[in-house]
């Protein structure tokens, strides 16, 4: 199985974010967490993070007949990017749409979302935890 993990602004701060909260946890530790819990499951994960729209876009079109999913951690993309959904809707890829609580939300929540479709379920919580749940729910 080939999942998409597309990764959206200011994901590369999560180690000062964490940081700034006393915690001690890095854009690398997220994705390591997500390649160690993929690894017994014969799964190919392909990383990409972006603060630029486009690249993202281009990352989801470019790799649509690879990918059986997507982990999508939108950041601030998901409350004002109609573009990132329509692309989501029209490839129906099968996605969860991973958004992070306090300390690390970004002014996100399940409420202000704007990125809801038949193919997306939502996953909200902690980082790590809730990442593994969306990897899940691509495996189900």
């Known amino acids: 199985m080939n999942i998409l993990i597309l990764q959206g602004p200011n994901l590369n701060l999560l180690g000062l974010q964490s940081a700034n909260n006393q915690k001690r946890l ?3 530790k997220l994705n ?4 160690l819990h993929a690894r017994s499951k014969d799964i190919n994960l ?3 993070q972006s603060h630029k729209e486009f690249q993202a876009i281009n990352f989801i079109q470019r790799n649509r007949n690879w990918a059986d999913g997507l982990i999508f ?8 990017n109609f573009t990132l959904l329509e692309t ?3 490839i129906k890829i099968k996605t969860s749409l991973i958004l992070f609580e306090e300390p690390y939300s970004h002014g996100v929540s399940k409420e202000n979302s704007i990125l809801n479709a038949e193919n997306i379920l ?3 919580g902690t980082p790590i935890e ?3 749940k969306g990897l899940d729910h691509i495996l189900s």
């Open 130 to 132: 809730t990442c593994l």
């Open 73 to 80: 951690i939108p950041t601030t993309w998901a409350i004002n």
């Open 26 to 28: 890095t854009l690398d």
């Open 46 to 48: 392909k990383f990409f």
């Open 122 to 124: 939502t996953f909200y």
């Open 32 to 35: 390591k967490a997500l390649r």
């Open 88 to 90: 989501i809707k029209i």
